[in-house]
């Protein structure tokens, strides 16, 4: 039994060890420190796209909108589309289909039910919707 | 039990034991960053396509294994193939490409058949008796009269809706070959169609990979499980307002979902009405539901079942899936219920916020 013996190697092992270790510990708890944080504001950026006739015409990160915005989307021949930008959401404000179902849908912000026109084949998504779902049946 | 050299031992296993803590600290670090960067489970990639097809948006979801290198390259492949089979398909069902075999038949009275387009109709027209016609792909000279074809809505007139009624009966429709109409009628494949088409896609994947996910149109198609092994969580939508009526748990589940608030339109009475018509009335089918959701193992079955429930109404929806029980149902009533069957009941969680009253449906009366 030499309990008190390998007691004092372990110390003697750790001394030296101290500055070099210690130092790179601290600097993998620093990173991991501005990872989460990083990752975290990533979490919280919402990013919209607006997809037309299956490709993706634009993409906006709507936790970087600071002021109301408007622009059209279309116009050459398949109809326009009027969409509205806030700080974090995204709406069709007006626009020249039959149905105009995707005004009448309303704000999307975080949800996985997209904006869709269909009329236009126009879809307005949310790529890192929230959590709660992974797909919605509508 | 006896050391030799104790203390060079010691010091060496305290020395290496800490470099590996921080090599092993600093990997997590690095492959935590690359999931992050790349949107993926570590170990996984992710293959996504999204396009227009069947009157709606598609996007496919398929998860490979990142240590095969090849499995990325295969499903890239698969997803291909599966997207080209959809367009395909689309080119022989669609009522408004003139080319397809169901407008030719719609227009003419007749059209030779593929083997894919009969295998359709076949079970479409099957979906049809099982469910007495409450589903009838006949019905289309009244969802184009009260123009959910072409987005133009109106409320046709009494005599018209009368006029137009006859030529609602699956049962006239001729098949064999080829498909034959009589004068007047016209087929519209919109309620099976994405469901058969979810079945033909997911049969490919499943082939390649343990877990994909498949979002035609709202109409899911879940396979396997999530990348990371826990059971896909598949919201529903709220009938009313743009929000979730809960998340139900799934394993290699179609969860489809029929409701009023998909394409409708308020008269110039105020009535609000929707796309669903039913077909024994010619009017928007309104027998005390808001919305169905119905979750299974066929697409095609999902698809035309949650048309059907919603067109038969709650007492007969119940009264169906007591006798069939090979599927679960939610329905959201316009008394403000929520009904639920119990083997869903398990599974799915009520929004907070949804404002209804939670029922488990019970195996008998």
């Known amino acids: 039994m030499n309990r008190e013996g390998e007691k004092n190697t372990l110390k003697a092992a750790i001394k030296p060890l101290k500055t070099g270790v210690w130092a790179a510990l601290f600097a993998v708890l620093a990173a991991v420190c501005v990872f989460a944080i990083v990752w975290m504001n990533a979490g919280t950026g919402t990013v919209a796209e607006i997809v037309r006739d299956g490709e993706v015409i634009r993409r906006i990160d709507l936790s970087r909108v600071t002021a109301k915005e408007t622009f059209t989307v279309g116009d050459g021949e398949g109809g326009y589309n009027v969409i509205e930008v806030e700080p974090g959401r995204i709406r069709v404000l007006d626009a020249d289909c039959p149905d105009r179902v995707c005004v009448r849908t309303g704000w999307l912000s975080k949800s996985r039910i997209p904006i869709l026109c269909v009329p236009h084949r126009l879809m307005i998504r949310i790529t890192d919707a929230d959590g709660a779902a992974d797909a919605v049946a509508y | ?365």
């Open chain 2, 1 to 365: 039990m006896r050391r030799s050299r104790p203390n060079e031992t010691l010091k060496r296993t305290v020395q290496n034991g800490l470099l590996v803590f921080v090599l092993s600290f600093l990997l997590c670090l690095f492959s935590g960053c690359a999931a992050g960067l790349f949107g993926g489970t570590a170990g996984q990639t992710e293959t996504e396509r999204t396009v227009y097809a069947m009157d709606t948006y598609l996007t496919v979801r398929a998860y490979g294994d990142a240590s095969d290198n090849t499995s990325e390259a295969i499903l890239d492949r698969v997803l291909d193939d599966a997207l080209k089979e959809v367009e395909a398909l689309e080119k022989k069902l669609s009522v408004t490409i003139e080319t397809s075999e169901i407008a030719k038949a719609n227009a003419t009275g007749s059209a030779a058949l593929s083997t894919v387009t009969a295998e359709l109709l076949t079970r479409a027209l099957e979906l049809c008796e099982e469910t007495d016609g409450a589903l009838d792909i006949t019905v289309y000279p009244l969802v184009r009269a009260w123009g959910f074809t072409t987005g133009e809505t109106r409320v046709p007139g009494e005599e018209e809706i009368r006029e137009l009624l006859p030529y609602v009966d699956y049962r006239r429709v001729a098949l064999g070959y080829s498909v034959t109409l009589e004068d007047g009628m016209a087929i519209d494949l919109g309620s099976v169609a994405k469901g058969f088409a979810c079945d033909k896609m997911a049969r490919r994947l499943k082939d390649v990979t343990g877990s994909a996910l498949i979002d035609f149109g709202g109409n899911i198609c879940a396979i396997g499980a999530k990348p990371d092994g826990s059971d896909w969580r598949i919201g529903v939508r709220s009938p009313e307002g743009n929000d979730l009526l809960g998340v139900l748990s799934v394993r290699d589940r179609f969860v489809v979902t029929s409701g009023g608030y998909e394409r409708c339109f308020t008269d110039a009475d105020g009535n609000l009405r929707w796309h669903i018509i039913d077909p024994k009335t010619g009017y928007p089918a309104r027998n005390g539901l808001l919305s169905v959701t119905v979750v299974g193992t066929k697409g095609i079955r999902c698809d035309a079942l949650s048309t059907a429930l919603f067109v038969m109404g709650t007492e007969k929806a119940i009264g169906f899936w007591r006798e069939k029980g090979d599927f679960g149902m939610i329905l959201v009533t316009d008394d403000g219920r929520l009904l639920v069957t119990p083997d869903l009941a398990k599974t799915f969680t009520a929004d907070k916020n949804a404002p209804y009253a939670q029922e488990t449906i019970r195996e008998a009366e």
